[in-house]
């Protein structure tokens, strides 16, 4: 089976007045049909970009330089406008993080909704209104009728993101693309949304990508892993896999700051130092600096690799390959990261 | 002197200098001189009110000196030479024989004075009014901004045109009416940036001080109301320009004795369908020269205060 | 809803007597309102005859209220120059001016704001610049100086429109107008052009300004990741978006259009109302200007109500504070 989804390489650059920003610079990760990838990093690592990326609304200064992204054997970065077109909010959906920004304020849910059945399909207005219904009632929206006829002000921030994920689902795409959605949410909402999410990719089969800082809520959504540093990938793998061993030495630090059950009263683990910046990146690999096992080895650029079987990851020490001496450096200090890196 | 003193001298400064970059005004600065049309905007307006200083310097002679004119050389076409002494009128003659390059320049000293005045006038009560309003609140705020919204919610022109139909005439005049009309722009400028202020905590810390009301207003309050205040003035310049050559063109403005450049293009308007254009043209273009370098100035300006935009 | 619009109305009306308090103050109470109302020429005789017949020797507070009530029946005066009533002088020129700003305001409209947003989408491109340069130029040139540039250009140097007048008119319900025939239309085209040039620009950096603000929006990328077509995104997403300042501000700049068509109505030989408000300020015909004055108060004050109100219908998000207020 091929996959939907393969991006290989690639790097999106923003070309402002004080130099390159290397927003995205080397992403390479695949994706299969009904797949749930979980796309991890800190702020500013580039990861929406590459959402961003794959549906070309990058903005200017910023565009793609280098690498393919491939959806169903077809090139997107070669297709161009004219192909992405046909595909945005058909085949490839996409949320947005803030859902009090993402609708327009001036116009009614109904026509938000049933413009985006008319982009891409000849049908009549009824129809249309007819599958924006279906559409708001499968997020679980009471009283569609009604709600259609409203402003996006007068729904709540939770609504609000059921509404946006309606319209993604409009078209049953074979991918959405979820920036954060749940991040400007409550909690509560939060699971909600995260749970219904869930079950319509699983009922559409819809292949998702979940973008994250957060590790904690992907954990339990995504089959896969991608983990990304400094606008680059740095692992990937199954979910469940990466969690228990990370390989990457960043990996290991972002579970590590994850409050669990288990480390209760220990304190909590922390990444020491700061991102680099994106303008001028350290030589060799981008963690270097923040990482306790770097040595000069780690002046080259490592790749991405697979180190054990369906696990790649950027890094020439990577933790989990020798068990025995990872168990001794993790003697002394449970971790070490936080204190031999300062 | 040493090599050690002078290198001893120069090395704190050295290590200051990073900082003294990054002193607010010489970054502002620096933002302002990247866009070429604002700096030339910039020399423009210098050059004008030079110009406009020094114009009885300058000017190859005094166009309100009858003595000096000679009927004979009227309206002649630019880069005549004079019947009498021989002297080239670069710009041309008006029908009395003046030379037209000197009217300018006299012209630009009554358009700028009258701008000038009535800016300072217009912001000395305007901002007076706009921070009490903000400072002291409820019924003084309400007031004063009840007095600016009706201000501002008629032409200036209409009201400017009116009170000098009324008054008549005269460089007093106008300069008294130009302030009724811009006054309630820096008050509601001041007052709504005041209003943030006055809410920040070292006006709080001023109050526990007990420093007067006066002393809070004007010295702690103020100077963080100055950049927007600073980009309605030169708006506010430009169009007190613009206004008095209306005025002045429509009859109402500035006497005949005093010619600004408005008059000076009224009176030559009536020559411009005879084919005479020097006499209006070239007022009007000193005048659209100056007018256009304040705006670029403003526009740059607006820019640069603009916290949104900055990188 | 009803409230907001009764306390809208109380405004308006506020500014009213405001106004009329000040004409009032700087008339009767300021200098010696004979000056103002009676006939320069006059003898002492018709002085005193219209002292009496206006109250002048009245205590000021019955001056007031006769002033007001004269008002209110739309009575200024009589015009010295043309021994009529001042309102009716300035009634029958109304629908001169009225043409005129109207007309502007479309062109203003009509031009500025395509331009304005060209400008906004592509605020870099050469096309961009140039639009944002003339509108300075457009913001910078003194609303005479460009009537005078055009006359020179299309009237004196090729010929091809007349400079001033009204050209021929037509009978409209009672009302003279020019754009119905051709050689009004011809008439019209430089005044309407030089009245709306400074609005125009005033619009397109309005507008310009708008749409970029409104294309850095979240909503206008999920519209473009929902797939629909820059035409569409444009047109609806970020028109209806813009309009609404756009619309306020152009309200209110009526108002000021009125104003202003003092300017070009001199420069063009016009007839409206504001050419008849110059010469009767050369001619020192007062209770003209008085009638004027009042007559622009009402249009602008009626105007800045209506606009608010529209305001209100257009943006949802206004209408519904306001239902809860």
Not at chain 2, 125 to 148: C, E, H, N, P, Q
Not at chain 3, 286 to 313: E, G, K, Q
């Amino acid at each position: 089976m091929t996959a939907l989804l393969s991006i290989e390489d690639l790097k999106t650059h923003f070309f402002t007045r004080d130099g390159v920003v290397k927003a995205v610079d080397g992403v390479s990760f695949s994706l299969m049909r009904g797949q749930i990838l979980g796309l991890v990093g800190e702020s500013g690592s580039g990861k929406s970009v590459t959402g961003f990326s794959l549906l070309g609304l990058v903005d200017p200064p910023g565009r793609i330089v280098d690498g393919s992204i491939r959806f169903d054997g077809e090139d997107l970065v070669k297709g161009g406008e004219p192909m992405l077109r046909t595909l945005r909010g058909k085949r490839i959906a996409m949320i947005f993080q803030d859902p009090m920004m993402t609708l327009n304020p001036v116009l009614r849910i109904d026509t938000q909704m049933i413009e985006t059945v008319l982009a891409h399909e000849n049908v009549s207005r009824a129809e249309a209104l007819k599958r924006a219904r279906d559409a708001l009632v499968m997020v679980g929206i009471s009283s569609p009728d009604e709600r259609m006829q409203s402003y996006p002000h007068q729904f709540s921030g939770g609504m609000r993101q059921r509404v946006a994920i309606a319209i993604a689902m409009l078209h049953k795409p074979d991918l959405i693309i979820a920036d954060e959605p749940t991040t400007a949410l409550d909690v509560t909402i939060q699971a909600q949304i995260l749970a219904e999410m869930q079950k319509l990719c699983a009922e559409t089969g819809t292949a998702l990508i979940w973008i994250t800082h957060d590790l904690a809520i992907v954990s339990g959504l995504a089959d896969r892993l991608a983990v990304m540093y400094a606008g680059r990938v740095v692992e990937e793998g199954e979910t469940a896999r990466v969690i228990e061993r990370p390989l990457h030495p960043y990996t290991k630090g972002l579970i590590a700051s994850v409050p669990q059950g288990k480390t209760r009263g220990a304190r909590l683990q922390q990444i020491s130092g700061m991102p680099p910046s994106l303008r001028s990146l350290p030589k060799g690999c981008a963690f270097r600096p923040r990482c306790a096992r770097a040595d000069e080895a780690c002046l080259e650029e490592p790749a991405l690799e697979e180190k054990l079987h369906g696990r790649k990851a950027r890094c020439f020490h990577p933790w989990s390959l020798d068990e025995a001496a990872d168990a001794r450096r993790q003697a002394p200090s449970r971790d070490g990261m936080a204190e031999t890196a300062t | 002197m040493s090599d050690d003193a002078l290198t001893a001298g120069l090395a704190p400064t050295a290590t200051a200098e990073p900082l003294a970059a990054d002193s607010p005004f010489k970054r502002l600065l620096h933002t302002f001189l990247e866009d070429k049309l604002a700096v030339i905007g910039l020399v423009l307006f210098t050059l004008v009110v030079l110009l406009a200083i020094f114009a009885p310097l300058i000017a190859p002679q005094n166009p309100y000196d009858l003595a000096q004119l000679d009927v004979l050389d009227g309206g002649l076409p630019p880069g005549s030479a004079s019947m009498s002494t021989g002297g080239i009128y670069y710009l041309g003659t008006d029908e009395q024989g003046r030379d037209m390059l000197s009217a300018i320049l006299y012209g630009l000293r009554i358009s700028l004075l009258v701008a000038t005045v009535s800016l300072a006038f217009a912001i000395a009560i305007g901002v007076t009014a706009g921070t009490m309003a903000a400072y002291f609140g409820g019924k003084i705020d309400s007031l004063i901004m009840r007095m600016v919204d009706l201000q501002l919610s008629f032409p200036a022109i209409l009201i400017a045109l009116i009170l000098l139909a009324l008054w008549g005439r005269g460089v007093d005049k106008v300069i008294i009416a130009l302030v009724i009309v811009q006054w309630a722009y820096y008050a509601r400028t001041v007052r709504s940036s005041a209003i943030v202020e006055a809410r920040k905590d070292y006006i709080e810390a001023a109050h526990c001080l007990a420093l007067s009301h006066s002393r809070i207003m004007f010295h702690h309050l103020l100077p963080n109301c100055l950049p927007p205040l600073i980009v309605v003035a030169t708006v506010q310049i430009a169009q007190a320009i613009a206004l008095e050559a209306t005025l002045s063109f429509l009859g109402a403005g500035v006497p005949i004795t005093e010619p600004s450049l408005g008059l000076l293009i009224a009176n030559g308007y009536n020559y411009l369908l005879s084919g005479r254009y020097w006499v209006s043209l070239f007022p009007g273009i000193a005048l659209v020269l100056t007018i256009v370098a304040i705006n670029l100035v403003g526009d740059r300006l607006r820019d640069v205060f603009n916290p949104r935009l900055q990188k | 809803m009803i409230v907001y619009i009764l306390r809208r109305i109380g405004q308006s009306l506020f500014a009213l007597a405001a106004m009329a308090i000040l004409v009032f103050i700087g008339v009767f109470a300021i200098g010696n309102p004979v000056d103002i109302l009676v006939n320069p020429e006059a003898n002492q005789a018709e002085i005193a005859a219209t002292t009496a017949r206006l109250g002048l020797d009245k205590p000021l507070w019955e001056q007031f209220a006769r002033f007001v009530g004269h008002l209110f029946q739309g009575d200024l005066g009589t015009s010295f120059v043309y021994g009529r009533p001042a309102m009716e002088i300035i009634l029958q020129r109304l629908p001169a001016t009225m043409e005129l700003a109207v007309t502007a305001l479309i062109l203003a409209v009509v031009i500025g704001v395509p331009l304005g947003v060209y400008a906004g989408l592509k605020p870099d491109s050469i096309g961009g610049r140039s639009v944002m340069a003339g509108s300075i130029l457009g913001f910078s040139l003194p609303n005479f100086w460009q009537g005078l540039l055009l006359i020179l250009i299309f009237a004196v140097l090729l010929g091809w429109l007349p400079a001033g007048g009204r050209g021929e008119t037509v009978e409209v319900l009672g009302i003279r107008v020019s754009f119905l025939t051709l050689d009004g239309l011809r008439h019209m085209i430089l005044p309407a052009l030089n009245l709306a040039l400074f609005k125009m620009s005033l619009v397109i950096r309005l507008t310009r300004a708008n749409t970029r603000e409104v294309c850095l929006q979240e909503y206008i990328k999920f519209a473009r990741a929902k797939g629909l077509s820059s035409t569409r995104i444009v047109l609806v997403h970020i028109l209806k978006n813009i309009m609404i300042p756009v619309v306020t501000i152009l309200g209110l700049e009526l108002g000021s259009m009125i104003a202003f068509a003092v300017v070009t109505e001199t420069v063009f030989a016009w007839p409206g109302m504001g050419k008849l408000l110059i010469d009767s300020i050369n001619l020192l015909d007062r209770p003209v200007i008085v009638a004027y004055l009042m007559l622009t108060v009402v249009i602008i004050v009626t105007i800045n109500l209506i606009v608010d109100l529209l305001y209100s219908a257009l943006d949802p998000r206004v209408r519904l504070s306001q239902v809860k207020a």
